[in-house]
Every structure is written in structure tokens, then in C-alpha cells.
């Protein structure tokens, strides 16, 4: 079925039906009522392909995450970016698509097997980086496509994005251990070749010696990998230290952690008091319910979306947002 038709049905010019259903131009609101009605009872898709051919637009953005091994890493974090990318560019008639690369992977080889990058369909491109290092970045400047990163950051400054404050938020949750008794507080995090990872790291160090502890790096494990199987090997490495504190600066790291303890029968937080990263419900359900350093996640898909817009209408200016990270009290710190 085609606008032919549903001009036709309403009457009105094929012109004025393409400009309702594309949204480019002004039409009576009588009118785009009419043609959205009349599309609706012929089942009416609009042809992308062509549309694309015409406007070379596609009106979609890719929002582009690291992924791990199959059943290797539940990181729901993502989904929660990706519905403030998705509130946000539906305020103005765009659309996104998830793609995913090998997390194990480095840099731009990383990248370049991502189709979607490949045979670059779309107008824009919010990537989480597989690592600190900029030169990942020479293909989205190939490409000559508008790019954001969120949540991780590269080193230098010709990029746009947005994250939170990760080194504020470690600093606090031990901190906050601290404040509870805990004297021998445990770090387990991600590598420092992302940044995210290097921040949480940081805040701890900075924690650490502002507390006076005489420990360096003894209670600290950084993971390669995010995993469940590696949340509970390192916490039970961790308990074989000696830590009666453990701060777990990924959430799925947490949920390994949480499980080896549990498992081991150690009494949280008699015995080890805990404290995660991000928020989810099943910190709430667990017993004790888990303190946790939560990120504004959809805050910052909806703002890195922002961002993405201006570029896309020709404000190709370089912004550097973080946003606050927050404790959530529960009962597992101490």
C-alpha cells in the first residue's frame, strides 16, 4: 500500500500525505489525523530503504555496548542507558539500535567488526569504548559520523561524553565501610585500562590514605573479565586475606561476591561488611538488602542523546558532562 492511496482515501495531495507521515513539514493538524487514520487501516509501512536513498538519513542512532563470553556477563546497567537514549531521541523522531562488541577485544579491532559500523547505516553513534586508548576512535573519524561516548571515557579531549562521578563514589562507599569499623577494606574492581575502572580504583586509593590505613594495593583484585564465576573467585581470594570489608566496584562482580559469602557462611556485615555498584532490585531483596553506589543511568542515556542531537543539527562542540553518583543505604555495610 502507498501514500498514492492514502491520498486518495483522504483526499488530499500525495505531497501533504508524505509530509504527515514523514513529519518534515507543517500540516493541519486535521489533516495529518486524516492520513495517520487512513495509514493505520491499510496496515501502511513506510519504505526505509528509500526514504534513506532520498534524505540520506536514516534517523537512527546506534548505541553501541561491550559485551562478554555467552552467559558470561549480566550487565543490565545498559538497558538502563538505553532507555533514556530511547526517551530521549523519540522526543524528536529518531529511533536506536543496540549493536555489541567482543569485550575481550582491544582498541579499534575491537570496533571494526561491528557491522553496523561497516556499512554505516546510521546518523550517529553513542559508544561505550573498549578501553582508555583514543586511537578505537579512527573509525568513527573515518566514518565522519557524529560520536558520543557514555559511561567510559578515553584519554585525551577530542571526543564528547558523558559518565559519572566514579571516583567520588568509591571514595564514599569506603569511606562509609570505614565509618561502620571496618579497618581492613577490600577493593574488587575492573582493570584500569578502562576508565571507569581506573576512577573506582583511585577513589579507594584516596579513601585508603585519607583514613590513615598502612595497606596499599594487599586487599586489592581488578578483574579482567565482569563476571559472575570471577565476582566469586576473587571475593573468596579476598576472604583468604583477611578483609573484614569489601567494596565490589561492578555489579556483576557484586552479584558473585555476594554469592561466595553467602555461600561460605560468613555473616554480612557481622563479618564482612559489603557494598556494591549500580542499583538494582535484587539489591533490595536479598537478606541483609545491599548498600550500593548508584549511578543515574538513564540520566545518562537521556543526556548523552542530548548531546548526539546537537551534533546532528551542526553544533559540533565537544562536551564533558559527569553527573553525581549516590549511596544507597541498606544493611550490608556494617
Known sequence: MSIKKIAEMTGLSTATVSHALNNNRKVSDSSRQKVLIAAHEIGYRPNLAARMLR?????????????????????????????GIRKKLAETNYYVIVSNYGASAEGEKSLRA??????????????????????????????????????????GSD?????????????????????????????????????SGAMRYSGYK?????LGFDYEDEYVILAKQYSIENGRLFARELLARGIDGL???????????????????????????????????????????????????????????????????????????????SIVVRKSHG
Not at 120 to 145: A, C, H, T, Y
Not at 162 to 185: F, H, M, P, Q
Not at 290 to 309: R, S
Open 55 to 83: 534524505t540520506q538519513k536514516s534517523s537512527t542512532i546506534a548505541f553501541v555496548i561491550p559485551t562478554d563470553e555467552l552467559n558470561r556477563n549480566a550487565n543490565y546497567f545498559y538497558m538502563d542507558v538505553l532507555l
Open 114 to 155: 561491528v557491522q553496523v559500523l561497516q556499512k554505516q547505516w546510521v546518523d550517529g553513534i553513542i559508544l561505550v569504548p573498549s578501553s582508555r586508548n583514543p586511537n578505537q576512535l579512527n573509525i568513527l573519524k573515518e566514518m565522519g559520523v557524529p560520536f558520543v561516548l557514555v559511561d567510559r571515557r578515553v584519554d
Open 159 to 195: 571526543f564528547s561524553c558523558v559518565d559519572s562521578s566514579n571516583e567520588t563514589g568509591a571514595y564514599e562507599a569506603v569511606s562509609l565501610l570505614a565509618r561502620s569499623g571496618k579497618k581492613k577494606i577490600g577493593l574488587l574492581g575492573g582493570g584500569l585500562g578502562v576508565s
Open 206 to 210: 584516596k579513601a585508603i590514605h585519607s
Open 247 to 325: 567494596f565490589v566496584s561492578d555489579n556483576v562482580l557484586t552479584m558473585g561476591a555476594v554469592l561466595e559469602l553467602n555461600s561460605q557462611g560468613v555473616k554480612i556485615p557481622e563479618d564482612i561488611g559489603i557494598i556494591g555498584y549500580d542499583d538494582f532490585d535484587w539489591m533490595d531483596m536479598i537478606t541483609p538488602p545491599l548498600t550500593t553506589v548508584k549511578q543515574p543511568a538513564y540520566q545518562m542515556g537521556y543526556v548523552a542523546a542530548e548531546m548526539m542531537m546537537r551534533k546532528i543539527i551542526g553544533m559540533d562542540v565537544n562536551e564533558k558532562v559527569m553527573l553525581d553518583t
